[in-house]
């Protein structure tokens, strides 16, 4: 069966702030692209550490989050068409996207339809499913929990965070607005993202959360079949790793990062 038709190229851009590591003349380039409710600033420790490998990396705002512009709507093929705007000038793709949860989903959305984006993707517990009766659910709660918490909450329920993680996340929480988390949810139900990246032609490499520690977003089974369907994709569950991986096991992400690098080189 071939794969549902990917476009951004109707959809209206936005401008994206972005925050970048490294020297801005590599040619190795990795972009970096958060979920819902946070910010570009939230990769720095992922970030920092790719820097230090010799690439430039890049992590923007997505919209309606940071300093990002707000819009009407939030829909995929909107924010594949902001992450667009931000190729290189001479067109070279991206050594490597890595993106976490709706990031996921935005990036693997990208990718299916512009190959030429990228050379391969690393998700992380991406946002590829969810039934459509509760998604207004899972809405509500995460707009609701948006000004919740403290360093010390959020560093008591992640005992593998860094302090300046959880003041991140609270400082993203902070800048997003309870329409922007809804219609990010809500503007692309029926949410069927593996359909879309099934057959896909660049690498893609799946990192998912540790059902020991809480349900992921991304399920082993979700894994495994996309796995089993595509050879160009593959699956691991981070074993101790929450939702936020790149949080828990930085050092795991880069590592998985340059694995996959080196084997599209």
Do not use: C
């Not at 499913?129 to 929990?145: F, K, R, T, W, Y």
């Not at 005992?159 to 809804?182: G, Y």
């Amino acid at each position: 069966m071939s794969a549902p038709v990917v476009s951004a190229r109707s959809a209206v851009s936005v401008q994206l702030p972005v925050t970048s590591w490294g020297d801005p003349r590599s040619e190795r380039r990795i972009l970096l692209v958060h979920g819902l409710t946070s910010a570009g600033a939230v990769w720095w420790q992922v970030a920092s550490l790719l820097a230090a490998e010799g690439f430039f990396v890049e992590a923007p705002d997505l919209r309606g989050h940071g300093l990002a512009p707000r819009t009407l709507s939030y829909t995929l093929p909107e924010f594949s068409a902001d992450l667009l705007r931000l190729a290189a000038p001479d067109a070279r793709p991206y050594t490597l996207v890595i993106g976490h949860s709706l990031g996921g989903a935005i990036t693997g959305h990208t990718l299916a339809g512009h190959p030429e984006w990228a050379v391969a993707a690393l998700l992380l517990d991406p946002l590829f499913a969810a039934a459509d009766d509760a998604v207004p659910g899972i809405a509500h709660e995460m707009a609701s929990a948006l000004l919740s918490g403290t360093v010390a909450d959020h560093l008591a329920e992640n005992p593998r965070w860094h302090a300046e993680d959880a003041h991140q996340k609270l400082i993203a929480a902070r800048a997003i607005s309870p329409f922007v988390v809804e219609h990010s949810l809500l503007d692309n139900v029926p949410w069927n993202v593996g359909a879309v990246v099934a057959n896909t032609t660049r690498r893609m490499r799946i990192l998912g959360a540790d059902p020991a520690i809480e349900p992921p977003v991304f399920s082993e089974a979700e894994g495994l079949s996309l796995a089993t369907a595509n050879p160009a994709i593959t699956f691991a569950v981070v074993e101790g790793a929450a939702h936020s991986i790149q949080r828990d096991d930085p050092a795991r992400v880069v590592s998985e990062a340059l694995a996959l690098i080196a084997a599209t080189s």
